[in-house]
């Protein structure tokens, strides 16, 4: 189905579920039992063909014809019952008892009377910062759920109990009474047949093909026609949590998870990585992010994070809505709420500490190998940026602005703001000087940044998309003492847009032209290339990597690369989920396309064509 036809069939059914909710329910539920129908029809088609073969060769009419029908009826037999009574794994964690917990499960007691819902089978207790209620298929498509409810310990860490509890009442929220029910079939009906199609993907003959076929005809249909019903279930359980708790608590809670979970990416695992430096062996993380969780958000950081949270529109990316609609469907200002005084763990039982030291020594054997590559890697980096700073002096812009990137590596707090000014001092117009002061500069100095920016649009288009970007997301920040300036703001929207054009064309131009023309030997230094070679020595599903760097007419001086990978051991699915993982997080001085080899293009291609890899396992 294309992507179009999905975004209509979707908006159809959004406008169905608004005009008849009822007759829209029943149209999901008749589309539903459609898939029912064809895994019956299938059990049924198989034995009636066994029974017809086998009565055929009782009477002595033994064909090859029919040998092969008796095969096929088997493998669609085989697929059928798969399909019936396939086991699914539970969510992982660490299970609670009511005995050890009994604060906690007697709060789970009073949401579930409340809302008329389920009883929790499984309550699990894991690292992530999330909380989520599953309900997992006993066996297959006509199996019961066992419902499961998986808790983050860092949240438990950045909550007070009320808010805790509004996103536990949330999360119950999705099964209560008979629209919980009927939601939770529809989920577990979707979620089956998503890990069956998973589980055929690779298998051959007449059976799984049909089923393939009947798949990728079915399952982006069933998903765009159950897209209303999910989204509309997100709101559904908001509303219960608001019932339950209060609106304003809720509301908090919402705005507080966005923004603790941000500061969680976007900082402190950074910063907890950073401790490889000094420390060969790894470090537990979830004792140090108790202590930082109970303190408040920076200021700046959580306006900043709000903003951009409010900023992100509800997609068909997720059934979650975004943060802005969330807060209007409560009825609730979209503004910075007090911060939890205090946190949730008492609800762990006496010793919350117990399990803050278990999932720590779980975390550092899960990550010893990564870690202790991670520390090697800086090592390298802080050799190298002791050779260069021993260099300062007669330094060139390029080395100066290399050691600032490879301080940062080392302490992202680092202060390389004179890093940069040197350069500029010894290359007026540097882009990558200017780029780095930029982020350097204050927050309230939006003149000086606004300044830099023109520098390095008017250095030339390497970075005139990034420097547009930039301004407009300062222009729209309010701040103290700055005015709406509507001259500047049209003036960068309209370099933005350019400059998105000619991103576009660059990007069309490094996935749409062959491979191999218009390629030369990679022009990484020794060091950016042993960079590139510790990144790729922890994916472990790559044996082999070769890199070209390609020659773009629309950015002649940028350096951009091809990247191809063997990763025999994945299908193609997860071989372009792990290619488009290496695009946005690996370390190059310019974009990067990442190919796997198959059929397009073959290992014997890349062997031919790509030159010495540069890397190999």
């Known amino acids: 189905m294309e992507w179009a036809d999905f975004v209509h069939l979707v908006r159809t059914s959004e406008q169905d579920s608004a005009e008849n909710s009822r007759a829209y329910r029943r149209s999901v539920a008749f589309f539903a039992a459609l898939g029912y129908a064809w895994v019956v029809g299938c059990f049924v088609l198989a034995i009636a063909l066994m029974g017809w073969v086998v009565s055929q060769m009782m009477h002595g009419r033994v064909r090859f014809m029919l040998l092969w029908l008796l095969v096929a009826a088997g ?43 389920p009883a929790i089978d499984h309550v699990l207790l894991n690292g992530d910062f999330n909380a989520a209620i599953q309900q997992i298929p006993r066996y297959g498509l006509f199996g019961g759920g066992v419902n499961y409810l998986v808790i983050g310990l860092p949240l438990l860490m950045a909550l007070d109990r009320s808010r805790f509890l509004s996103v536990l009442a949330h999360e119950y929220g999705h099964l209560r009474g008979d629209h919980g029910r009927f939601g939770a079939w529809i989920y577990r009906t979707r979620w089956s047949w998503m890990q069956l199609n998973k589980s055929l993907g690779d ?28 989204r509309q279930d997100e709101y559904e359980a908001d509303n219960v949590a608001g019932r339950l708790s209060g609106r304003e608590v809720m509301a908090a809670a919402l705005i507080e998870v966005e923004i603790r979970g941000r500061w969680l990416e976007a ?20 004792r140090g992010m108790r202590r930082l969780l109970a ?32 807060l209007e469907a409560l009825d609730a200002a979209p503004t910075l709420p007090e911060w939890s005084r205090g946190s949730a763990l008492a609800l762990l039982g006496k010793e919350p500490k ?135 703001f049209k003036q960068w929207r309209k370099r933005l847009e350019r400059a998105q054009e000619s991103e576009e064309r660059a990007w069309e131009e490094l996935t749409n032209s062959a491979y191999f023309n218009h390629i030369a030997r990679h022009d990484l230094s020794e060091f950016e290339l042993g960079e590139l070679q510790a990144e790729l020595a922890r994916c472990t599903p790559i044996t082999g990597a070769w890199l070209v760097r390609k020659n773009l007419r629309e950015h002649p001086q940028r350096r951009a690369y091809l990247l191809f990978v063997d990763v025999p051991r994945l299908d193609d699915e997860d071989r372009y989920e792990l290619c488009r993982w290496l695009e946005r997080s690996l370390n190059l001085p310019g974009p990067v396309l990442v190919l796997w080899a198959g059929e397009d293009p073959t290992i014997k291609e890349i062997r031919r064509y790509a030159f010495d890899p540069v890397f190999s396992r």
């Not at 697929?79 to 906690?104: C, K, N, Q």
């Not at 306006?303 to 943060?323: F, I, M």
């Not at 970007?469 to 920040?477: I, S």
Request: hydrophobic share 45%; aromatic share 10%; glycine share 6%.
């Open 75 to 117: 493998s669609l037999l085989w697929v059928s019952l798969r399909a019936l009574w396939m086991r699914m794994a539970p969510p992982e964690g660490e299970e609670i008892t009511a005995e050890e917990a009994p604060e906690l499960f007697e709060a789970l007691n009073r949401i579930r009377r409340k809302i008329k819902g």
């Open 203 to 230: 298998n051959g003959g007449v059976a799984g093909a049909a089923t393939e076929a009947f798949l990728r005809w079915y399952f982006p249909r069933f998903a765009a026609k159950t897209f209303a019903l999910a």
């Open 267 to 286: 900082e402190f695992w950074r910063d907890h990585w950073c401790a490889a430096a000094s420390n060969p062996l790894p470090v537990g993380p979830y």
């Open 295 to 326: 303190d408040a958000p920076d200021a700046a950081f959580a306006n900043d994070a709000l903003r951009q949270a409010l900023k992100r529109l509800s997609n068909l990316d997720d059934t979650h809505p975004g943060l802005r609609d969330r």
């Open 354 to 488: 117990r399990w803050i030291a278990h999932f720590d020594r779980q975390w550092c054997t899960a990550n010893a190998t990564e870690w202790k590559l991670h520390h090697a890697w800086l090592q390298r980096v802080r050799a190298r940026a002791d050779v260069l700073q021993a260099g300062v002096p007669q330094a060139s812009a390029a080395e100066l602005v290399e050691l600032a990137r490879l301080r940062k590596h080392l302490d992202p707090r680092a202060d390389v703001r004179p890093l940069y000014e040197l350069a500029l001092e010894r290359s007026a117009e540097h882009p990558g000087a200017l780029r780095g002061l930029v982020t350097c500069l204050p927050e309230g100095d939006r003149a000086a940044k606004l300044a830099c920016l023109h520098r390095l649009w008017d250095a030339g288009s390497n970075d005139r998309w990034w420097a547009a970007r930039t301004a407009l997301a300062e222009l729209e920040t309010p701040r103290i003492g700055y005015d709406h300036d509507a001259a500047a």
